[in-house]
T-cell receptor
Framework: GAVVSQHPSWVICKSGTSVKIECRSL??????MFWYRQFPKQSLMLMAT?????????EQGVEKDKFLINHASLTLSTLTVTSAHPEDSSFYIC??????????????FGPGTRLTVL | QKEVEQNSGPLSVPEGAIASLNCTYS??????FFWYRQYSGKSPELIMS????GDKEDGRFTAQLNKASQYVSLLIRDSQPSDSATYLC????????FGQGTELSVKP
């Protein structure tokens, strides 16, 4: 149980284009989903927290107009990187959480999406 | 600024030895503590969670928590080459704050 998927697993795009990444909870309803970004040899940095049906809460320094997050249902959240540039190239990872799931309300991570912007 | 600190390593241990990974955190009000394993190019995988002071054992893994010292550790007994990965300490309830990770290398 507690499986989270992401699609696509990797994507290459041209500078200036937009890319959408999907995060799905496959066997549970995720009341909260998180989006992280990880650069090489660095730790996970939380970008935003999204709750189903409400606007995402972005961390300081994350541009909400550039990284659009939609959490339209209890099993799907999307991250759209708008007007992507090479510096946006990174490993994007989502996680999901649900009340009563797990022992300590832990987050379950998706497999990640590697974005390369040329 | 809430912080989680780990030794970046790399930590190298021979196969069969005990690997000890340490983590300190700054927010004294933290309630939940997690250890994640991350293989290169993959996303983190939860291996241990701990909530109360003391030890929690799961197979070859033991998590230790000392809230008074704001310290959490992970012991890996009988280390195997397959344990070679980066281990991330994460602290929090609503949001997780991750340490920078400790790279573990288990040599055959």
């Amino acid at each position: 149980g507690a499986v989270v998927s992401q699609h696509p697993s990797w994507v290459i795009c041209k500078s200036g284009t937009s890319v959408k990444i999907e995060c799905r909870s496959l066997d549970f309803q995720a009341t909260t989903m998180f989006w992280y970004r990880q650069f090489p040899k660095q730790s996970l940095m939380l970008m935003a927290t999204s709750n189903e049906g409400s606007k995402a809460t972005y961390e300081q320094g994350v541009e909400k107009d550039k990284f659009l997050i939609n959490h339209a249902s209890l099993t799907l959240s999307t991250l759209t990187v708008t007007s992507a540039h090479p510096e946006d190239s990174s490993f994007y990872i989502c996680s999901a959480r649900a009340p009563g799931l797990g022992i300590h309300n832990e987050q379950f991570f998706g497999p990640g999406t590697r974005l390369t912007v040329l | 600024q809430k912080e989680v600190e780990q030794n970046s390593g790399p930590l190298s241990v021979p196969e069969g030895a005990i690997a000890s990974l340490n983590c300190t955190y700054s927010d004294r009000g933290s309630q939940s503590f997690f250890w994640y394993r991350q293989y290169s190019g993959k996303s983190p995988e939860l291996i241990m969670s701990i909530y109360s002071n003391g030890d929690k054992e799961d197979g070859r893994f033991t998590a230790q928590l000392n809230k008074a010292s704001q310290y959490v550790s992970l012991l890996i007994r009988d280390s195997q080459p397959s344990d070679s990965a980066t281990y991330l300490c994460a602290v929090g309830g609503g949001k997780l704050i991750f340490g920078q990770g400790t790279e573990l290398s288990v040599k055959p």
